[in-house]
């Protein structure tokens, strides 16, 4: 027996209600800057600054009683994680505790070490401290800005393709919810003051991917219909298309936020805010596929016979399949 999440044949109109979808994206979209603009974002210790302690021990990491042992020094935003080095031996368990840059210190002071190592030690009595290394506000800064420089090359990158695979309206549609996507996981995170760091940036990078294939597979069925059904309305044919990649949507939407909704209630502390981010973002790209991308293509217009040449639609590229 075959699931299907939806039946073999749909006929949903999409588009019925665009112009109030496409509004409350916008609304979403300002409330979201307004949000970054008056409550900022909880910057980690990649992007505000800190103090990294690699340690080593015979005993196994129990990250749970090493946070316990650093609470009550009040060193602020503290990461623990378990590393795994192959370099290792079976009897060597390694971990990285980040600290926050303490007010007025550019690093952490010997003796903030000093108390952190006599902490740790009074858990883990034989811990080495194997390196210490500190993050300065200079270095911070240039990982904010490279950062956004990945971020916005990597939509540079999309608006070239989709421009060159299909033509400059969809082009437009792909990055406008892209953007879509990107602000409003940035507003989430401001409103809700989760941990903003690199691994976050990651996350973002993921969304980008993720959407943007989605947008293409409905893009590849809608030039497909533009062939097949050239004298029906522009949004007839979209309505047709997004029906006729529901299925695969929803499916691939559904099987992939199972994934992610087990790490987020599972996977712990470590990865939370980049799980949480991912999840986030098929949510939202998964609307912005079709009620931001389609319905900007939709007010743009597009060609409508591929089938014959046309020196003033498309290019040379329009028809590779990749």
Known sequence: MRLRLVPNETNIDFFRHS????????????LS????????????????????????STQAVDVASYRGALEPLGLGDITISEVFDLTS???????????????GEEAASPETIEKLETALRSVAPEIKFTSVESVGP????????????????SLGAILIYIWLRFEWQFSVGAVA?????????????????????????????????????????IFDRLRENLRKYKQRPLVEVMNISVNETLSRTLMTSGTTLLALIALLVLGGDVIRGFVFAITWGVVVGTYSSVYVAKTVVL??????????????AGNQYANIDA
């Not at 200079?138 to 090359?153: F, N, R």
């Open 33 to 56: 800057l307004v949000a970054w603009a008056t409550f900022g974002l909880n910057f980690g210790i990649d992007f505000r600054g800190g103090t990294t302690l690699r340690t080593e």
């Open 138 to 153: 200079k270095v911070s800064g240039e990982l904010i800005q490279t950062a956004v420089i990945a971020v916005a090359a």
């Open 89 to 103: 031996s079976s009897e060597e368990h390694v971990a990285m505790i980040r600290i926050q840059a303490q007010d």
């Open 177 to 217: 919810a892209l953007f879509h996507d990107v602000i409003l996981t940035i507003g989430v995170f401001a409103v809700l003051q989760i941990r903003f760091d690199l691994t976050v940036i990651a996350a973002i990078l993921t969304i980008i991917g993720y959407s943007i294939n989605d947008t293409v597979v």
């Open 299 to 312: 007010w743009l217009g597009v060609k409508r016979d591929w089938s014959k040449p046309d020196a003033n």
């Open 19 to 30: 112009k109030l979808t496409f509004g409350i994206s916008c609304i979403a979209m300002v």
